[in-house]
Structure formats: structure tokens, C-alpha cells
């Protein structure tokens, strides 16, 4: 998969492209897939930041922060866990200039809280390392405003989580 | 719970794992506790338990048995069910003054699984059984059903694979005070299935007399007695007659309730009534429930659960020796055998009157 997305990557920056070295940052919504215990993924709510620096023809660096929280309530305990990813990508977009497709890949860092309130009150912390990849469609609207369209996931230890998120922000 | 059903292959898992991960913050494995959901005499807590027989808290295997996930159920030809292609599991935890305290519910809802099968396994001495026959007994976690029709809603379930020997257990599909896999009398009810299994086939890897397609008069006799062995187990090894509310308002399965045969659905009725009709399903439930029904009330005569359980393993052992597996009646029979005189035989007696009236006639009463 790693080298999958490499060649992807390179293949895409060989593409002739205008050169611009532009930002863009904003806000990011979605919905992660969570890989936990079980093995399986489990759907939650997403939101993040971030900011994007363009340079040569058509790669960028990007920053990411983004967090899920999901609280179970029962009658017998409360579990509420939360996650936060950081993480720095380089990547490369390509195409004509009203939709971009983007591949991006980096490092991330995911920090795990989860509170346990059963007779009493306990807490687990993760920090876990990993794999950042992203895919997607870069629309931008009007020059100043883009909304994008971007798969992505990380990996962490064994696990891997997935998110789909629409992310909009300013271009400068 | 029926003695098989089923989950879909879990969403998201196309893309392989990146190779690179690498991480930190590596639990400490020191942990001589772990939380789970424990059951008390006035309702569950989650607190701390002995990590006892769990020797990997991030795979749950110890020496009961291991719980694996994903895979795909098979039946065999000989009716038998087996898992291939399962992994191990991967809990995430951090440790907190010596206890360990799951990253997220799923491990907290493992654990206490594991934690129920250890109970059971403590109390099998008391319960006049050889925990050596049934352990280690592994267990998969959503695996891939087989069965199109549970296929379809593979959650809110545990099953006991005969034959196969390990359970099958699936997540909720609605948050419950107490998840069903985390419910103590769900497990026992699934262990029950194992002990009705291996004193009617004679080992937990022996083929099961019916092959669970099987829908003659005679199989659906055994599923329902089945569902009644493994109900009676656990309200009886539990003194819980009603386990199931602490995860689901289930009033039918309540063995305190007034159950009688008039009630239900016979496997002849069945047969009857669905014709040939493919998609009829019979419900094997509710006849075991007034079985199950029988045994706690001659629990409820003697104030005394496993006295009343030693007295209905003694019969349902009398009765395998001596009818087939498919003969309900003559199970009741059996009981009333091995309650010989006095109070329990006569607590017996008036509750199949009562329950199951001009319906059976059991010899061994007056």
C-alpha cells in the first residue's frame, strides 16, 4: 500500500502543472471510521483544522489536526473516548485548475483519552505513531475560497482508522 | 439464544494497514486487575476483577480459552460448525494503579466476557461438572455467517457452535445498560448449550444428533430442549431467573412467569401449520422456556438453586441413557426419577401438571 501511494504520488507530480506556491487553511468535517478493539470500525462525528502550503508544480505540505469523540452512556457505566490526530503530509495536486485531484502522505501522531466512570472513575491514555494518507478532489470557489472533498486515513500500531471529510477554507 | 447465528463482513476493511506504524505509549503490562462488568446481587458494576486465568489482555487468551475476531463461520457436512480465516484480537489499554482500563468499550465488553467464563469456570465443581471437558473454549467475535437470513441482522446475538465448540458472539446493535456479550447469564445460558451438547453427543467435538438445517419434528424437539437446558443452567448456576432484563426487557423468557404448554407452538403444530413453507421458522424458545419454567420452580420448592440443579443434571443424565435426544416428555420424567421422594419429586409433579397438564403424562408421578 506505502509503495502504492508513492508511485501514485510521483506519478502525479511528473505531471506539467502551473506553478504556484499558494495557502489555503480551514475548517474540516467528516466522518471517521475508528478501528478499536474488536476489530471493527466504528462511525463517529470529525472535525479539524487545517493548513496547506503550495510549492514547485503542484506539491504541497499540510497540516492536520482533527478529533472524535464518542460517549457510551448506559446505566451501569460511561465510557468517553477521545481521540486527537496530528499529523504533516506531502503531497502533490494535478489537474485543470476547477478540480485538482490530490494524493498526500506523512506521519501522525494519535493521542487516545478514554474515561471509564463505573464505581469509580478510571483513565486510559494512548499516544500512538503512524501512517497519514489522503485522496481527494480540490474545488476551489471563486480565488480566494475552496471546498475539498478528501478519503483519507492513518494507521496506528495494527489498526488503521478511515475518515471522509469535506474541508473549506480560505486561499491566499 | 440460539444455538448459531451470524454477523457481515465489517465495514471499512478493504484498504490494507500502512506497514510503517510504529508505537508509543505501550500499555504496561503489569496489570494484576482489569475492568469489567461484574454482577452482583443488587445489579452489574464495572470495577476492577483478578486478571486470574487471562494471560494476554490485548489478545484476550488465557488458559480458558482465546477470544479471536472476524473470520468466517463454515458448516461441515457432519453438521458441525468451524472458523476460518479468524486473527487475534488487539485491545488497546493503559494501566491505572494496577489496573488495566480498555481504550474504548469493545475491550471493556471482551474482557468481561472473559471475565463471566472464568466465573462459570469456578463454579463447575459445584455444578457436578468437569471443567477439563469444556476448556479451553475459544470464542469468535462477528465473525462472517454463513446463514443468509441471520447474515442479514448479524448483531444483538451468542451462539454456541456444537461440534465446532466455541461461541459466537455478536455486538449490540443498541446501547444497553448491559452489552449482551457482557451480560453474565447471556454466557451461561451459551455454556449451557456446551453442557446440554456433550451429554447428548458425548464429547464437545462430537457431531450433534441434529445438524443445525435440520427443521423434522424430532430436531426441533432437541433445539427446544436445547434452549431449555441452556436456560435452565444459567438461571439456576446464577439464581437469576430473569438474566436477561439487566440487557433487554425479554418478560417470555422470565421463568418465574406462567408458562404453561397450551402456549406454545408445538414442533407438530409447526409442522402443520407452516406446511412446506421454506421461510417458516420455528421458534424453539418458548417451549424450552416452560421447561426451564419447571426447573425453577422446583428451585423456588427447595430455596436451594443447586440442589435443584444437581437433581436436573441426575435426570437430563438418566434420561440420555435411557430415551433419544428428540424425547421431551419423557425428560420430565427422567427429573421426577431423579428427585425420587418427598419435596422436589412433588414440587416436580405439581409443576408439570401445572405447566404442561393433560399434555404429557409422566409415569413417575402419582
Redesign the interface.
Known amino acids: ?2 509503495r502504492t501511494l508513492a508511485c501514485a504520488a510521483l506519478l502525479l507530480m511528473s505531471i506539467p502543472g502551473p506553478a504556484r506556491a499558494e495557502g489555503a487553511a480551514g475548517l474540516a468535517f467528516g466522518a471517521a ?1 475508528v478501528h ?7 462511525l463517529r462525528p470529525l472535525v479539524g483544522l487545517w493548513g496547506r502550503l503550495g510549492f514547485g508544480r503542484g506539491g504541497f505540505a499540510e497540516v492536520e489536526a482533527s478529533g472524535t469523540r464518542r460517549i ?6 460511561q ?1 468517553d ?1 477521545r481521540w486527537a490526530r496530528g499529523a504533516l503530509t506531502v503531497g502533490c495536486r494535478t489537474g485543470p485548475r476547477a478540480l485538482e485531484v490530490a494524493v498526500a502522505v506523512g506521519p501522525a ?1 494519535t493521542y ?1 483519552d ?1 474515561v ?1 466512570v ?3 472513575r ?10 497519514r ?1 489522503r485522496a481527494g478532489l480540490l474545488l476551489p470557489l471563486g480565488r480566494r475560497w475552496e471546498v475539498d472533498l478528501l478519503f483519507g ?1 492513518a ?6 482508522d ?1 475518515e471522509l471529510v469535506v474541508q473549506g477554507g480560505g486561499r491566499w | 439464544m440460539p444455538r448459531l447465528a451470524l454477523r457481515p463482513v ?4 478493504a ?11 505501550e ?1 504496561d503490562l503489569e496489570a494484576d486487575r482489569y ?1 469489567a ?1 461484574q454482577r452482583e446481587p443488587d ?5 476492577p476483577r483478578l486478571v486470574g486465568t487471562l494471560e494476554d489482555l490485548a489478545t484476550i487468551t488465557g488458559r480458558l480459552g482465546e477470544v479471536r ?2 473470520g468466517i463461520l463454515l458448516y461441515e457436512n457432519d453438521g458441525s460448525m468451524t472458523l476460518d480465516g479468524d ?1 487475534a ?6 494501566v ?1 494503579d494496577g ?1 488495566a ?8 465488553i ?1 474482557w468481561s466476557f472473559y471475565g463471566h467464563l472464568e466465573d462459570i469456570a469456578d463454579q463447575l465443581p459445584a455444578l457436578g461438572l468437569d471443567g477439563d471437558v469444556f476448556f479451553p473454549l475459544n470464542s469468535a ?2 465473525p462472517v455467517l454463513p446463514d443468509l437470513l441471520l447474515e442479514l441482522l448479524p448483531k444483538e446475538n451468542a451462539a454456541y457452535a456444537t461440534g465446532g465448540h466455541f461461541f459466537v458472539l455478536l ?1 449490540d446493535l443498541f ?4 452489552p449482551l456479550v457482557a451480560n453474565a447469564g447471556v454466557i451461561r445460558h451459551e455454556f449451557g448449550h456446551a453442557v446440554f451438547h456433550v451429554l447428548t453427543s458425548g464429547g464437545v467435538h462430537r457431531r450433534p444428533p441434529f445438524a443445525a438445517a435440520d427443521t423434522s419434528v424430532p430436531s426441533l424437539y432437541y433445539s427446544s430442549l436445547h434452549e431449555a437446558f441452556a436456560d435452565t443452567f444459567a438461571t439456576l448456576s446464577l439464581d437469576a431467573p430473569d438474566y436477561f432484563e439487566d440487557s433487554l426487557p425479554m418478560t417470555s423468557r422470565d421463568v418465574r412467569g406462567d408458562w404453561t404448554i397450551d402456549q406454545v407452538e408445538t414442533p407438530e403444530q409447526f409442522h402443520r401449520t407452516a406446511g412446506d413453507d421454506p421461510l417458516a421458522l420455528y421458534d424453539p424458545y418458548p417451549l424450552g422456556t416452560v421447561f426451564a419454567s419447571t426447573a425453577w420452580d422446583l428451585r423456588e420448592a427447595l430455596g436451594d438453586p443447586l440442589e435443584a440443579w444437581a437433581i436436573l443434571l441426575e435426570g437430563t443424565r438418566i434420561w440420555v441413557d435411557l430415551s433419544t435426544p428428540d424425547n421431551a416428555w419423557a425428560l420430565l420424567d427422567a427429573w421426577v426419577a431423579a428427585a425420587g421422594q418427598g419435596v422436589a419429586a412433588e414440587a416436580l409433579c405439581a409443576s408439570i401438571e401445572t405447566r404442561f397438564g393433560d399434555a404429557v403424562l409422566v409415569e413417575t408421578c402419582p
Open positions: 500500500m506505502t471510521a478499536v478493539a474488536s476489530a471493527e470500525h466504528e457510551e452512556d448506559g446505566g451501569v457505566v465510557v473516548e501522531l487516545r478514554t471509564v463505573g464505581e469509580d478510571w483513565r486510559a491514555t494512548a499516544l500512538q505513531a503512524g501512517v494518507y486515513g494507521s496506528r500500531r495494527r489498526n488503521h478511515q | 465489517p465495514a471499512f476493511q484498504l490494507p494497514m500502512l506497514g510503517l506504524a510504529t508505537s508509543c505509549g500499555p475492568l462488568f445489579g452489574y458494576e464495572v470495577a475476531t472476524g486473527r484480537l488487539d485491545v488497546g489499554y493503559d491505572q489496573v482500563v480498555p481504550l474504548d468499550e469493545d475491550g471493556l471482551l467475535w462477528t455486538d446501547a444497553k445498560d448491559v
